[in-house]
Structure formats: structure tokens, C-alpha cells
């Protein structure tokens, strides 16, 4: 999140989405462990994450549309050919809010019970 907001000060707006979609990743992967006792799988992909951790059907809308919004963000931000549109499209404003809803996300997955705890 850190590195999400210095990069949204300097106008590097491609990396503010990257690094939001990494810290809403990490954050499930940390669920993935705890909630599933496994290594969380070698995936990118937020929505497949969410599903298997159990909270997906919990997520508020304005969140899930948040997650459908970084889900393109990690790979498409790594390959020169889809970085340039990717980079015309995003602007400081919609980055201040990619960077203000990921970290409410980020505080969601948090504080959110597991499956297991809230089943107890």
C-alpha cells in the first residue's frame, strides 16, 4: 500500500494499480492459509481466490466491482503490449480511488471472520 501510494505521488499510475492488486492478492493468499491450512496456489487471480477462501458471497458489491477492476491489472501490467492502453486508461483520480477502495478491501479481508471461525 505504501509503495501504491508513492507511486500514485508521482504520477505512475500503471504501478498504483499493480500494487493494489498485489496487496488485495497477498491478503487473500494469507486467508487461503489460514483459512484452508494449505500454500496458496501459484495464481493471480483475485476472484478464484475469493471463491475458495469462502467470501466471495460476502464481498460488499462495491468491493467486487473494486476486484473485477485490479483483476486485469497484475498480469496486463507486465507485458509491454497490453501496458501502454492499459496506462492511457488510468488517470489520477480513478487511481486515488482504486488506491482509497483497496485499502478498505485490504481492512475487509482483515478483520473479516474465516468460514470456519463464524461457523463456530
Not at 504501478?15 to 489460514?34: D, I, P
Not at 460476502?58 to 503490449?81: C, F, G, K, W
Request: with cysteine; charged share 20%.
Amino acid at each position: 500500500m505504501d509503495t501504491a501510494r508513492a507511486v500514485l505521488e508521482k504520477g505512475r499510475y500503471l504501478y498504483v494499480g499493480f500494487m493494489c492488486h498485489q496487496t488485495v492478492e497477498k491478503a487473500l493468499k494469507a486467508v487461503w492459509q489460514q483459512v484452508l491450512g494449505t500454500v496458496p496456489p501459484k495464481t493471480h487471480s483475485l476472484l478464484y481466490l475469493l471463491e475458495k477462501c469462502g467470501l466471495s458471497l460476502q464481498l460488499p458489491e462495491h468491493l467486487s466491482e473494486l476486484v473485477d477492476e485490479l483483476e486485469p491489472l497484475n498480469i496486463q501490467a507486465r507485458y509491454p503490449e497490453y501496458r501502454e492502453a492499459l496506462a492511457r486508461q488510468l488517470r489520477a483520480e480513478s487511481c486515488a480511488r482504486i488506491l482509497s477502495q483497496t485499502t478498505e478491501i485490504f481492512t475487509w479481508i482483515k478483520t473479516r471472520p474465516s468460514p470456519a471461525q463464524s461457523s463456530t
